[in-house]
């Protein structure tokens, strides 16, 4: 069986928790910390020493975007069938590979804030912010009249959801784009993106 090396608090972890549930995979959760993700054990096996990571039999992976695109074509769903769509999905993966992640995720504008104000890089948070209206926008455009990124629902939504969700839903987009509001709630809807939200500690409902 599939294992899958997780962390609750992780939005990288979120997104393969989504594409496991989207493609109904069964797996195996082992639960992982920092000290675990440092030790020489699990560096051994993924030397990123990331999580998210899986064992699917021999193959051994980190990088949410490469496990997205490993089981994807394993099970031949989740991606565009016409060039044109995979293209599509491809630009979208790597716009939040490249861009969305590292200005709010935990090396950017996230990062940054989780920090006690007195170890808070000011400067630099004033120019993430910035930076983030700019890929709101960068979003809203590749995004266009399509409910989905690649024209279909595809692992390209799935890598896009967690930080951008979590952008939104914080507030830091300060005029988001009507249309990516509307794939966001789109996205929250669908069954596996709930029961997903719930396991992580950042995205489950307020009680
Ligand atoms: N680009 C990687 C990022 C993975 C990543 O940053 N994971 C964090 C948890 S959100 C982690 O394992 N951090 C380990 C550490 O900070 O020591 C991906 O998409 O999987």
Avoid at 167 to 191: C, H, I, Q, Y
Wanted: with cysteine; glycine share 6%.
């Amino acid at each position: 069986m599939l294992i899958v090396h997780d962390f609750d608090a992780s939005p990288n972890c979120l997104k393969t928790k989504i594409l496991l549930y989207e493609l109904g995979i069964p797996f195996e959760q082992r639960s992982v910390d920092r000290p675990i993700l440092q030790s020489a054990a699990y560096r051994a096996k993924f030397p990123t020493g990331f999580a998210p990571a899986i064992e699917d039999g021999e193959v051994r992976l980190s990088e949410s975007g490469a496990i997205a695109l490993y089981l994807a074509e394993k099970h031949n769903k989740l991606m565009p069938s016409s060039n044109a769509g995979r293209s599509k999905m491809l630009q979208a993966m790597f716009v939040e590979a490249a861009i969305l992640s590292p200005t709010v995720g935990g090396q950017g504008l996230f990062g940054e804030l989780f920090r006690p104000e007195a170890e808070r890089n000011l400067p630099r948070i004033t120019d993430l912010r910035v930076k983030v209206q700019h890929v709101g926008h960068v979003l809203g455009e590749l995004l266009g009249d399509a409910s989905f990124f690649a024209g279909e629902f595809s692992i390209a939504d799935i890598q896009l959801y967690a930080a951008t969700a979590k952008t939104l839903e914080s507030g830091t987009l300060e005029a988001p784009p009507k249309n990516l509001v509307a794939w966001r709630a789109r996205m929250t809807d669908r069954p596996a993106v709930a029961r997903a939200r719930e396991e992580y500690v950042h995205y489950r409902r307020q009680a």
